[in-house]
């Protein structure tokens, strides 16, 4: 069984920074490619992020140039830098996974799911 588990999350003011980590048991992580998705309230999940096996990485047009994705496969963990924060990065944030290389950019290419962790910016 898969189990992803995200932190770092919190209330910060624009123009300031956060990191989002997300640990993977079970599984291979090495091998998988990690997404990373957001959600505010009364709207849809949407892409933000995504670091394949060799590291290519995605980002969504909102975040390019602020925000960072990397992992560390001995730590079977997944970052997102947050650099630059503005109000509408406000969400709740989801680290996900999947085995193989289906599209990066939809929820529904992955397998498994972190429970969220909450990043609120003030204006």
């Known amino acids: 069984q898969v189990q992803l588990v995200e932190s770092g999350g919190g209330f910060v003011q624009a123009g300031r920074s956060l990191r989002l980590s997300c640990t993977v048991s079970?599984?291979?992580?090495?091998?998988?490619?990690m997404g990373w998705f957001r959600q505010a309230p009364g709207k849809e999940r949407d892409f933000v992020a995504s670091?394949?096996?060799?590291?290519?990485?995605a980002y969504a047009d909102s975040v390019k140039g602020r925000f960072t994705v990397s992992r560390d496969n001995a730590k079977n963990t997944v970052y997102l830098q947050m650099n630059s924060l503005k109000p509408e990065d406000t969400g709740v944030y989801y680290c996900?996974?999947?085995?193989?290389?289906?599209?990066?950019?939809?929820?529904?290419?992955?397998?498994?799911w972190g429970q969220g962790t909450q990043v609120t910016v003030s204006p």
């Open positions: 996900t996974s999947q085995g193989g290389s289906r599209p990066p950019r939809v929820s529904g290419s992955y397998d498994y």
């Open positions: 079970g599984g291979t992580f090495s091998r998988y490619l």
């Open positions: 670091i394949t096996w060799n590291r290519t990485t």
